[in-house]
């Protein structure tokens, strides 16, 4: 098959520079504070900072904005590899039985390729050229050094570079309801994912599309974050629950992994609380929040939302009802161990008090 050779909807120039300008040390900073950042126009060096005042913005392109041009370049060349049979294939998630079988299931309408497959990368000389540079542009413009600001609590962090310390990933969701259950992109060993960069490129997006990004930081307020064109939103991939709501419109989306050398060191991943845990919830909250063993117990502190987030996705899909099963023998096992359930009741009492209402960035 023949590369992809235009047309581009509008002129371009790569400026992989722009990148490390557009997550200032703002940005950075909160990465590190929160465990998310969302960075406007990031193939253009950034956006306004700030967040989304509540109104509707629309995502219409600026007719001058380099970013949005290159932004609907890479879009261009995912619908085009989206038209060719047998290229995008049909997204599959891992999934372990409570006898630790592991499963392979389709989820209904999200096609996606991986820019590590050559069959893929020779097709599309842009999305290429954005995959090269993601071995080692996405560690520099993302590097924690560049927060400099004081402060008690940060998530620690540290990004890998090469060839194999990153993968880019298309998405196209067609829209006829397609989204992602409640989740973690590093669930635990032997994944290396530390930092799931996500790039929309959705020039119409408005409000009723759906697709959002909804993030769950551990007993904090939930963000739902809107997929317009030239948005990246970046999030510590073993620290940060989140899902995707349906996609009632056509939706196109990168997503870049980028993986740590510290990522899922035993001495994190296990769930160790000092005697004084239930003295001080809103400390054991805030550590978790901070710490990867949050995922030992967070299906217990979250379990409305994963039941329902797996039945809005599945849908009538082979391996939707195992997956609902799974998810209440998960639950059922907190009921033998009355320690643990006392602790995961005072830190679901103590949610409800703080999370607030959903914060929308558009
Ligand atoms: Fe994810």
């Given at each position: 098959m023949e590369e992809f050779g235009g047309p581009y909807p509008r002129p371009f120039t790569r400026d992989f520079d722009a990148w490390s300008r557009a997550v200032t040390p703002a940005r950075i900073d909160e990465l590190r504070r929160d465990g998310f950042t969302v960075v406007d126009d990031f193939l253009g060096?950034?956006?306004?900072?700030g967040e989304g005042d509540?109104?509707?913005?629309?995502?219409s392109p600026s007719p001058s904005n380099n970013g949005d041009a290159w932004a609907l370049a890479l879009r261009e060349e995912i619908e085009w590899l989206s038209s060719k049979d047998g290229v995008m294939r049909p997204n599959r998630t891992h999934f372990a039985n409570p006898k630790g079988e592991r499963f392979l299931f389709a989820k209904p309408g999200i096609a996606e390729a991986d820019m590590h497959d050559d069959s893929v990368a020779a097709l599309v000389p842009e999305l290429r050229a954005f995959f090269e540079a993601a071995s080692t542009a996405f560690a520099d413009a993302f590097d924690p050094a560049k927060d400099t600001s004081p402060s008690s609590d940060k998530y620690a962090y540290e990004l890998s570079k090469g060839h194999g310390a990153r993968t880019v990933k298309l998405q196209v969701n067609d829209g006829t309801g397609g989204c992602f259950p409640t989740?973690?992109?590093?669930?635990?060993?032997?994944s290396k994912r530390a930092l799931t960069c996500i790039l929309y490129l959705n020039?119409?997006?408005?409000?009723?599309?759906g697709g959002e990004l909804d993030l769950m930081p551990f007993c904090a307020t939930p963000v739902r974050v809107v997929p317009k064109l030239g948005r990246l939103v970046a999030f510590l991939s073993d620290r940060v629950m989140h899902r995707v709501t349906p996609a009632r419109a056509t939706r196109h989306c990168l997503t870049v992994w980028v993986d740590g050398p510290?990522?899922?060191?035993p001495e994190t991943c296990g769930l160790s609380l000092p005697p004084s845990a239930m003295a001080d919830i809103p400390g054991t909250a805030r550590c978790l929040r901070m710490s990867p063993s949050q995922r030992v117990i967070s299906r217990w502190c979250y379990p409305d939302e994963y039941e329902a987030s797996l039945l809005e996705c599945m849908r009538?899909?082979?391996g939707g009802d195992e997956m609902v099963t799974s998810h209440s023998v998960h639950l059922a096992?907190?009921?033998?161990n009355p320690p643990l359930r006392k602790l995961v009741d005072a830190l679901r009492t103590h949610r409800r008090e703080v999370e607030g209402k959903q914060k929308v960035i558009r």
């Open positions: 060096g950034g956006g306004a900072d509540g109104t509707d913005a629309g995502s989740h973690y992109d590093n669930p635990g060993p032997p020039p119409h997006w408005v409000d009723g599309h510290c990522v899922n060191a009538d899909a082979e096992k907190l009921r033998d």
